[in-house]
């Protein structure tokens, strides 16, 4: 492929696309600007549209060893510390606690829905009520 010869790694997916390299130095830095460039003049040559979005952006993982900024057709990519990949989010010192900060305040919210929907809080009418509509979804799984 066209970024295998500078020694950039991709990964592809449907709508979205992933340049990565280990940065051991400024060399590797270069190489990624490169590997952006080559995208860009790629894009201009099969006249793709393309355009500066706020969907791009890069992420140092690890200690990071240059501060260098990227750019894309002049466009300095912002630097973020967190973001999303297939549902997971990944921090920039690799650690799990934003993710697992957001999946414990999504089962929050989703559990005050869910206890907002109850007109009471009689325990005999919650559970009444689970016997009455749950029960039966759970012995039909």
Same mark, same amino acid.
């Given at each position: 492929m066209?970024l295998a $010869?500078v020694?950039?790694?991709?990964?592809?997916?449907?709508?979205?696309m992933? *340049?990565?390299?280990r940065?051991?130095?400024?060399?590797d830095l270069?190489?990624l600007?490169?590997?952006l460039d080559?995208l860009t003049?790629s894009?201009s040559?099969w006249?793709?549209q393309?355009?500066?979005?706020s969907?791009?952006f890069?992420?140092k993982?690890?200690?990071?060893?240059?501060?260098?900024a990227?750019?894309?057709?002049s466009?300095?990519?912002?630097v973020?510390q967190?973001?999303?990949?297939?549902? *997971?989010?990944v921090?920039s010192?690799?650690?799990?606690? *934003?993710h697992i900060?957001q999946i414990?305040a999504?089962?929050?919210?989703?559990?005050n829905?869910?206890?907002?929907?109850?007109? $009471?809080?009689?325990?005999? $009418?919650l559970?009444k009520?689970?016997?009455?509509y *749950?029960r039966?979804?759970l012995?039909a799984?």
């Amino acid at each position: 492929m066209l970024l295998a $010869s500078v020694g950039i790694s991709v990964k592809v997916f449907i709508d979205d696309m992933k *340049v990565y390299v280990r940065v051991t130095g400024s060399t590797d830095l270069i190489k990624l600007q490169s590997a952006l460039d080559l995208l860009t003049d790629s894009a201009s040559k099969w006249q793709l549209q393309r355009s500066f979005c706020s969907q791009m952006f890069h992420i140092k993982l690890g200690k990071p060893k240059c501060d260098v900024a990227l750019n894309i057709d002049s466009n300095i990519l912002p630097v973020v510390q967190t973001c999303h990949d297939l549902g *997971v989010a990944v921090c920039s010192d690799l650690t799990p606690a *934003v993710h697992i900060d957001q999946i414990v305040a999504n089962a929050h919210q989703r559990a005050n829905n869910i206890l907002r929907c109850f007109v $009471s809080r009689d325990p005999q $009418s919650l559970s009444k009520a689970f016997i009455t509509y *749950v029960r039966p979804l759970l012995v039909a799984v």
